[in-house]
């Protein structure tokens, strides 16, 4: 018995693998909107509260105690998705570091007997590594490919797509990140962990995955998407916070990043859930550094320490720090442009032919990096250790079976380090801490900086877009760190002073090669100074992030604008185009015609109008005694088809069953109404119904939205479009102007008091009196 409960649950699960729709396998339609191989799209969220009778109901029976118990359950969710991230970001990185460091430790100790097994053993090693990766995200995960930023960026923005915050999705984000990172490629783990974050609150609000049977009903108590927009919200500012060990850059990156909506009750508990990460990120390290985490555990909770750089800057140095920022913008806005190139030609024809070129094109990828990291330092000479002092904690060069700087890779000599396989042959982080380190001028020859510049670039635009999850945070940050240094060395040269560090310019670099590709500004210039503990660069990193965002602003968007455009993603900027200010509301829907309901409809028809066209929100509408035509409200798509599902509504009457509009009980919850968080909900297509049903009526007076945002006609399309974007409305209905007034509010009317009885406030000052 117990062997056919394991089968069926293992036939089970391979169904839903199969379901998931694949990521990949999408067109462009005419719209710009994504358009999936089974012909259904990428649809936007309720953020909007519909306020119908079910709700109202509900609304009345919450107390002040459960008022409060919804704000403790919120409070104590973001304490779960700080720690449920922080030990994701954990896991992670204890598994990168000690697969890498296992890695170059046996490649180390073989190549000190032959060169050429080291080096199929290395290319081995990260090809198992790959493959692992790859095999997870086309075979199980599809939505865990890229580092997954534009797809949160647009569901923050109002967009689901499906299948971006499933449990498979997480699971194959996690696991995939470790294969792709660890297998030496030029992409990152901070993107994807943004993605984890998001999948963890996601999977929190809902209360866990029922198709795993992984659920709990104490968790289900967010049903709206605005309460799940607000979590995912919290799991981005955590994934950074994790990513970068940099809580307050955390929150700054998801109001300035993914955000399209803001709050100061959600700043507060994105704040806390920052915080909570940073405490079970430190805690872990503090376990680690007594050496329990295996090759993870040397390093500290700021990432690349530069506190004993640089202590000053001169006047003169401006100029170099401002090129800095001018070539940040140029070499970050062809990346950008480079990548939506090949991505783009990824998209409508590599990937396409199936999951088995992506899975070898990735391949390819990896033995092309693992080449280029092994037999480029090859070709380099090694160079004689410098100098140091007795008490310097620099040791050159490195024991062999070790990494780190000056490492000895194909040196004749003891006392000789190769400075190409110092950047090459090491984990990115130890690669970027060399590149910034202090102390170390001249450990670096320009020849050598020009060529991991050009070929680790080239292997960043590459990989970027290929089948495993892939950040561009690290990549860039080594890019950048790259030609900052090599600025550095010539003005080290050309001022002749002591107190220039190399380092310094490279931190600089880093942040004008991210401003130029990324476009953030605060969110950025404050993580970097939370990684590197020196707070004193601060005014010369804000000045190299302005220049570098304005250059390439001259040229394209940012990189995760472009690629959710590239991905049919239809993101609402902040601002409306120019061209919108000489548009109306009636010009911007066209001739198109109004598909709506009558407040009590056929059964019949509400089953061919939704069969017939694919629109998500219907006007109802009423006729008065006087047989003008008003409508009375909107009806949702999806509560539609909660209804035809019930059945339990349906009537024999033609006419209204409360003419009067109260009375009626209300036979549904509010959360029957709620989609599953990143799914389809209920299709057409699934509900049967007998001719009987048929032939029967429904009110959708009690179901609808009666109060909906409403514009006239010849409002301005940029303050419509502001209107849409500020409130995260999904449906505006533009009317003809209205012939009469009711009423005005101003803000004085709308500051009420906690102590008056809000029925009996009068808005004497702008009641407008009938004639």
């Not at 070539?327 to 030609?345: K, P, S």
């Not at 990684?531 to 004193?536: D, V």
């Not at 006419?655 to 299709?683: C, M, Q, W, Y």
Request: net charge neutral.
């Amino acid at each position: 018995m117990l062997s056919n409960h394991l089968q069926n649950g293992i036939e089970t699960a391979r169904l839903v693998w199969s379901r998931l729709p694949n990521s990949d396998d999408e067109a462009l339609d005419e719209v710009g909107l994504s358009k999936k191989s089974d012909g259904s799209r990428s649809e936007s969220l309720d953020y909007e509260v519909i306020e119908n009778n079910a709700y109202r109901e509900e609304q009345a029976q919450r107390g002040k105690l459960m008022v409060g118990y919804y704000v403790g359950v919120k409070w104590f969710f973001a304490l779960l998705i700080g720690i449920g991230t922080g030990l994701a970001a954990v896991f992670i990185n204890i598994s990168v570091e000690n697969f890498a460091g296992w890695k170059f430790q046996l490649t180390f100790s073989i190549i000190q007997k032959s060169y050429v097994a080291g080096f199929l053993v290395y290319i081995l090693f990260n090809l198992l590594l790959v493959f692992s990766s790859v095999y997870i995200v086309t075979q199980f995960a599809p939505a865990a490919a890229g580092s997954g930023i534009p797809e949160i960026k647009g569901y923050l923005n109002g967009v689901d797509t499906h299948g971006i915050l499933l449990f498979r999705t997480l699971i194959g984000k996690i696991f995939g990140s470790i294969g792709s990172v660890g297998g030496g490629l030029a992409l990152g783990k901070e993107g994807p962990l943004v993605h984890t974050g998001a999948c963890i609150a996601s999977l929190l609000g809902q209360g866990g995955s029922t198709k795993y049977h992984l659920s709990s009903r104490w968790l289900q108590v967010f049903k709206t998407d605005r309460d799940r927009r607000d979590l995912v919200t919290c799991g981005c500012a955590a994934g950074v916070a994790a990513a970068f060990r940099a809580p307050v850059g955390g929150v700054l990156f998801a109001l300035e990043e993914v955000t399209s909506w803001w709050r100061s009750q959600l700043m507060w508990r994105v704040f806390f859930t920052s915080a909570v990460v940073a405490v079970v990120v430190r805690t872990a390290m503090g376990w680690c550094k007594s050496g329990k985490c295996g090759h993870f555990g040397s390093g500290g909770f700021i990432i690349w320490d530069i506190s004993d750089g640089q202590e000053d800057y001169s006047f003169e140095e401006l100029l170099p720090m401002a090129i800095i920022g001018v070539i940040g913008g140029l070499l970050g806005a062809l990346f950008n442009q480079l990548t939506l190139y090949i991505t783009y030609w990824r998209r409508n024809y590599l990937h396409k032919k199936g999951s088995r070129v992506k899975m070898i094109e990735v391949c390819l990828v990896s033995l092309i990096t693992s080449v280029i990291s092994f037999g480029l330092p090859l070709l380099r000479k090694c160079s004689p250790c410098p100098e140091v002092e007795l008490n310097s904690s620099i040791e050159c060069p490195r024991p062999p079976g070790m990494y780190g700087n000056y490492v000895n890779f194909y040196c004749g000599k003891d006392k000789e380090y190769n400075d190409l396989a110092t950047i090459f042959f090491n984990t990115q982080d130890d690669a970027i801490r060399n590149l910034f380190s202090a102390k170390t001028i001249h450990e670096y020859s320009a020849q050598s900086l020009l060529t991991f510049l050009v070929m680790f670039y080239s292997l960043a635009v590459v990989t970027f877009g290929t089948a495993v999850p892939a950040g561009q945070f690290v990549p860039g940050i080594m890019i950048g760190s790259t030609y900052g240094r090599l600025v550095g060395m010539f003005v080290v040269n050309f001022y002749k002073k002591l107190n220039i560090e190399e380092g310094t310019y490279a931190l600089l670099g880093a942040a004008s090669f991210l401003g130029g590709s990324m476009r953030m500004t605060v969110s950025l210039c404050v993580i970097m100074v939370e990684i590197t503990n020196n707070l004193k660069l601060l005014p010369l990193i804000m000045l190299v992030l302005l220049i570098s965002k304005a250059v390439g602003d001259a040229f394209n968007e940012g990189l995760y604008e472009e690629q959710a455009r590239l991905r049919g993603i239809p993101l609402l900027e902040s601002r409306p185009k120019y061209q919108m200010r000489k548009m109306t509301a009636k010009e911007a829907c066209g001739n198109k015609k109004v598909v709506y309901f009558p407040r009590v409809v056929k059964v019949a028809d509400v089953v061919s109008i939704l069969q017939s066209n694919e629109h998500n929100g219907f006007p109802v509408i009423d006729h008065t005694r006087n047989g003008e035509s008003l409508v009375i409200g909107l009806m949702l798509r999806s509560h539609l088809l909660v209804l035809l599902q019930s059945k339990v509504d349906f009537q024999h009457s033609p006419l209204p069953s409360d003419p009067r509009g109260g009375g009626k009980p209300i036979r549904h919850n509010f959360t029957e109404f709620a989609k599953p968080v990143s799914s389809k909900g209920i299709s057409i297509d699934d509900i049967h119904l007998s001719s009987d049903d048929l032939e029967m009526y429904i009110d959708l007076a009690p179901f609808l939205n009666p109060s909906p945002y409403v514009v006239p006609e010849d409002m301005s399309l940029s303050k419509v479009y502001n209107l849409f974007r500020q409130l995260g409305l999904r449906h505006i209905l533009v009317v003809p102007r209205a012939s009469r007034v009711i009423g005005l509010i101003t803000r004085k009317d709308l500051l009420i008091e906690d102590n008056e009885n809000s029925e009996t406030v009068e808005l004497q000052s702008t009641s407008v009196r009938s004639l």
